[in-house]
């Protein structure tokens, strides 16, 4: 009887919805909660929230707040520049690295690519840590850049060293630095499969290097850039680890603010509001990035 | 040609520059006798017998351990299932909300993924009494269902990418369909199951985000540990103890990349063995 029952359709059943269950209870809920949280009125009760007083059941008063209250401009402000910067500053370091991974010839590329790939399995904190270490104002790497600087600007504008540490620029390279695999393999995989020949021809008909890049390559490299440059956007315009460690805390980014508002002042409905304005913000983004890819997977199951 | 490659290859040159001088002036480091962490004073391993005598940090990786293995095998089994569905199974009721459900966790801040789970633990903690507190199974929890999405995508893309015409073969031949995916899908994808077990346990090993929401006092994985005393700045004994993860896994990695290149030039001679018998 359960053997019928197993064999017509009761394996599908489970395959299906075993996941989808798990799924549903412990990511969809969740996620619920949070959306109707930012509707709801911060108590002081425990847990601190409550669905009456003033406005019952819906209350904006927090999203009122983050068009009012210039910490959360600025804290979306500040998330979203230094998420920009990191992916234009990948790009343009990522993209001239892809591009030469693929003129490297096969046994070396495989070294290389496994090189590129390494650092993505070492801890994501120990890479974090491991800048922490360059950039204070002792390392051999400020004191390097120091000497560097003093000696080529005037001496009224000398520093005794770079300060590097809590800044926004200490945030954007080490986001470069953490995400820059995530740029570096969709650019490889989509500049892999160019046709050289086309780089020939145009070399044949008289294009010089650059313009063959600028009018052959480029163009065709599209979708590995999009790719790419959402899959660094994305995790760093939500980062919450890097700020913390080598931030500015007086110019916090939103993950910082929405860790903030929940655990030291304890406004559950204030940080969920954060959380749904700063989804909101991603959808466009994530958008884009699923289309490409769902499209760029049409195109490898025709091949 | 030549010009621009010398000049490309030069680029990559200082591209790799940048990914390792932090890492090998951290592994340096970890060797300086001096107690300030970024002033060099002289040769030593003294961090490392530091750390050795730390019994927290051996606590916090059998932890760790303990966690991603349970987390990454249940993330597995229930991220192929997912996989399989999404791949095989082109229309059944739900399946926009399922593809949205496996796709949605991929793009989530982790701030995000974590707060929600901790507010989802502490209320139906409060309304149905579990978990009555917060540690091995929250912290578990949170990592399987995170993990799992990424299990799905790597199994579902090799689902789409295989052969159909085995399994429609062994379906011609009499299997059922259950039989079809046990006796022949499933060892056509267990190269794919076994790098998203590898990968969730990975995430699961790293993850200070979520875990550092759902965990309760007392439960303090490695990451954890770490975070919380990285807070505080750059100090030698940390330095030793990521010099040994960064060492662990690269040599892991070097290892895995080595046999999966040689298992590959071996199927390649396979196949071009098996085209000239044929012939």
Redesign the interface.
């Known amino acids: 009887m359960i053997a019928r029952w197993?064999?017509r359709r009761g394996?599908?059943d489970?395959?299906?919805g075993?996941?989808?269950v798990?799924?549903?209870i412990?990511?969809?809920?969740?996620?619920l909660?949070?959306v109707g949280?930012s509707f709801a009125t911060r108590t002081s009760t425990a847990?601190p929230f409550g669905f009456g007083g003033e406005n019952p059941l819906i209350n904006l008063t927090g999203y009122a707040r983050l068009f009012t209250d210039t910490l959360y401009i600025r804290a979306f402000v500040t998330s979203l520049t230094n998420a920009a910067g990191a992916m234009v500053l990948c790009l343009l370091?990522?993209y001239?690295?892809a591009?030469?991974?693929t003129?490297?010839d096969r046994g070396w590329r495989?070294i290389?690519l496994?090189?590129?790939?390494?650092?993505f399995?070492?801890?994501?904190?120990?890479?974090?840590?491991?800048?922490?270490?360059?950039m204070?104002s002792?390392?051999?790497?400020n004191k390097l850049l120091t000497g560097a600087w003093n000696w080529v600007v005037p001496q009224a504008w000398d520093v005794a060293n770079v300060p590097l540490m809590h800044s926004n620029f200490a945030v954007v390279l080490v986001m470069v630095?953490t995400y820059?695999p995530f740029m570096i393999l969709p650019l490889y995989a989509n500049l892999e499969r160019l046709d050289p020949t086309l780089d020939e021809a145009a070399?044949d008909l008289g294009s010089r290097?650059?313009a063959v890049?600028r009018d052959v390559t480029l163009p065709q490299s599209i979708p590995g850039i999009i790719a790419g440059g959402m899959l660094v956007f994305?995790?760093a315009?939500?980062e919450?680890?890097i700020p913390?460690?080598v931030g500015d805390s007086s110019s916090p980014m939103i993950?910082r603010v929405?860790?903030d508002e929940?655990s030291s002042a304890r406004d559950?409905p204030m940080?969920?509001a954060v959380?749904v304005a700063?989804?909101i913000l991603?959808v466009g983004p994530?958008m884009v990035?699923?289309r490409f890819e769902a499209r760029a997977?049409a195109r490898?199951?025709s091949e | 040609m030549k010009r621009s490659n010398t000049f490309l290859l030069t680029l990559l040159g200082f591209g790799f520059a940048f990914f390792y001088v932090p890492i090998l002036s951290m592994i340096v480091y970890s060797f300086n006798g001096s107690r300030l962490a970024t002033v060099w004073g002289g040769f030593s391993t003294k961090w490392y017998a530091t750390l050795l005598s730390n019994t927290q940090v051996g606590k916090a990786l059998w932890l760790s351990l303990e966690i991603a293995l349970l987390s990454s095998t249940i993330a597995t089994i229930l991220g192929t299932m997912a996989g399989i569905a999404l791949a095989r199974f082109t229309k059944f009721r739900g399946r926009t909300l399922f593809s949205g459900l496996v796709t949605a966790p991929l793009v989530m801040p982790e701030v995000i993924t974590g707060i929600s789970s901790l507010i989802f633990f502490i209320l139906i903690a409060q309304y149905v009494g579990w978990p009555s507190s917060r540690g091995f199974t929250t912290v578990t929890l949170a990592h399987i269902t995170f993990s799992m999405v990424f299990v799905t995508t790597i199994v579902q893309s090799r689902m789409l990418s295989a052969d159909r015409a085995i399994e429609e073969a062994a379906m011609d031949l009499g299997a059922r369909p259950w039989q079809v995916l046990r006796d022949v899908t499933l060892p056509v994808i267990a190269p794919a199951i076994l790098s998203g077990w590898l990968l969730a346990f990975t995430i699961s090993m790293d993850d200070v985000v979520i875990t550092n929401f759902t965990t309760g006092p007392g439960t303090t994985t490695l990451p954890i540990l770490i975070w919380s005393k990285v807070k505080l700045g750059v100090t030698p004994d940390i330095n030793a103890l990521a010099t040994l993860i960064v060492l662990t896994v690269g040599l892991c990695v070097l290892a895995a990349g080595v046999m999966m290149s040689r298992a590959e030039r071996r199927a390649e001679r396979d196949r071009r063995m098996a085209y000239r018998t044929n012939e």
């Open positions: 197993f064999h394996w599908s489970m395959v299906i075993l996941p989808y798990w799924l549903l412990f990511f969809l809920i969740p996620f909660i949070v949280m847990p370091i990522g001239p690295m591009l030469g991974l003129r490297v495989n290389l496994m090189l590129v790939i390494l650092p399995w070492t801890s994501f904190l120990l890479r974090v840590y491991a800048w922490m270490g360059l204070g002792n390392s051999w790497f630095y820059l070399m290097p650059f890049f994305i995790p315009a939500g919450l680890v913390t460690l993950g929405i860790s929940f559950w940080a969920s959380a700063l989804l991603m994530m990035y699923s997977q490898e199951r």
